[in-house]
């Protein structure tokens, strides 16, 4: 069974460029996360996606980025306009359930490095 | 506020000795923990979770955490440690209605020969 699947791998832009960054989760999984790790970091939680449904999305900085899932399977992440500081991995997981109880897993992809120069 | 402390940035051990990663955590609630590996340009890897039951709880590769609720702790160890093991560790907390993952800063393990 193939894992969560994340591209690009690695992007470099300009500075007030605009990305976007793409996730297949694991078939049947319906909850959905994008996190983002700065150099030296743990994990952050940016969203979450309850199928097609946002049901966090605390984190995310909404005047520059935003996400899709439509249709409750892939996701789309995007910056615009990218600034230096959006320079970090971003990193996509999904997990069969929603976590009432907590007794599930997230499953991550390889991630997506993003520099901004 | 939940959060993880790993108090440990950076751990340097020889091949074949023992390994101990630290975590502590601070949740209201019954946590769900979990250690996850992350090799160099590669996504996290989950080694093992702790749900509920017994608090000795074994993983991949040769790894065991033990949970101690009276320390609030998670500490993650192995017996023998391998050069493959060199790699980042996190520790991670999360559980109930929130539904999100809590990650510590990381411990980086370097492994010498």
């Known amino acids: 069974e193939a894992g969560v699947v994340q591209s690009p791998r690695y992007k470099i832009i300009e500075k007030k460029q605009p990305v976007a960054f793409w996730c297949n989760p694991i078939s049947g999984h319906n909850t959905l996360y994008w996190y983002r790790q700065n150099l030296g970091q743990g994990p952050e939680l940016l969203i979450r996606y309850e199928n097609e449904e946002a049901v966090d999305d605390s984190q995310l900085p909404k005047d520059r980025f935003s996400a899709e899932r439509l249709k409750g399977v892939d996701s789309t992440l995007k910056i615009q306009p990218a600034e230096l500081g959006d320079s970090a991995v971003y990193l996509c997981?999904?997990?069969?359930?929603?976590?009432?109880?907590?007794?599930?897993?997230?499953?991550f992809g390889q991630g997506t490095r993003l520099t901004v120069v | 506020a939940q959060s993880v402390t790993q108090p440990d940035i950076h751990i340097t051990v020889s091949e074949g000795a023992s390994l101990e990663l630290r975590c502590n955590y601070s949740?209201?609630?019954?946590?769900?923990l979990f250690w996850y590996v992350q090799s160099p340009g590669q996504g996290l890897q989950l080694l093992l979770k702790y749900f509920s039951g017994d608090t000795l709880v074994q993983g991949i590769k040769g790894f065991e955490a033990e949970f101690k609720r009276s320390q609030s702790s998670f500490n993650l160890r192995k017996p023998s440690v391998h050069w493959s093991d060199a790699a980042e560790y996190f520790c991670a907390v999360g559980g109930g209605s929130q539904g999100n993952l809590i990650f510590g800063k990381g411990t980086k393990l370097s492994v010498k020969p």
């Open positions: 997981a999904s997990s069969l359930d929603r976590w009432i109880g907590g007794a599930t897993e997230a499953f």
């Open positions: 949740y209201g609630a019954t946590p769900y």
